[in-house]
């Protein structure tokens, strides 16, 4: 785990929003934990809001690294198994609007899931 700025404005000065509710203060990645159908929702390291600019962030978190090593091991066999057809009607009809959108001169920020 390690101490980061805001990634907005860069500042330090943050304030506790929600603690950890982790089993550990820096616990090991578990790529488990990143499947979709995780039992791990919910659970995290603590949430800070920036005290200049207003920002929601984890702090501490872990590396960027050991984030993409985690989800590059992840494999979700419940979900694959799940039925691909029920799954496809919604995956359409929520990519619709950003389809649209693709064609307009612009930026599109994912906020997540």
């Given at each position: 785990?390690?101490?980061?700025?805001?990634?907005?404005?860069?500042?330090?000065?943050?304030?506790?929003?929600?603690?950890?509710?982790?089993d550990?203060?820096?616990?090991?990645?578990?790529?488990?934990a990143?499947?979709?159908?995780?039992?791990?929702?919910?659970?995290h390291?603590p949430?800070?809001?920036?005290?200049?600019?207003g920002l929601v962030?984890?702090?501490?978190?872990?590396?960027a690294?050991?984030?993409?090593?985690?989800?590059?091991?992840v494999?979700?066999?419940t979900?694959v198994?799940?039925?691909?057809?029920?799954r496809?009607?919604?995956?359409?009809?929520?990519?619709?609007p950003?389809?649209?959108?693709?064609?307009?001169?612009?930026?599109?920020?994912?906020?997540?899931?």
């Open positions: 785990m390690e101490q980061v700025s805001c990634n907005l404005c860069g500042s330090n000065r943050a304030k506790l929003l929600f603690p950890n509710t982790l550990s203060p820096a616990p090991a990645l578990d790529a488990a990143f499947r979709c159908t995780s039992t791990e929702y919910g659970r390291p949430i800070v809001r920036c005290a200049d600019c962030y984890t702090n501490p978190r872990p590396s690294q050991a984030i993409l090593d985690s989800y590059r091991l494999t979700d066999e979900y198994e799940a039925d691909e057809q029920a496809l009607p919604t995956f359409r009809h929520n990519l619709k950003l389809a649209r959108l693709h064609t307009q001169q612009g930026r599109l920020l994912d906020v997540g899931c």
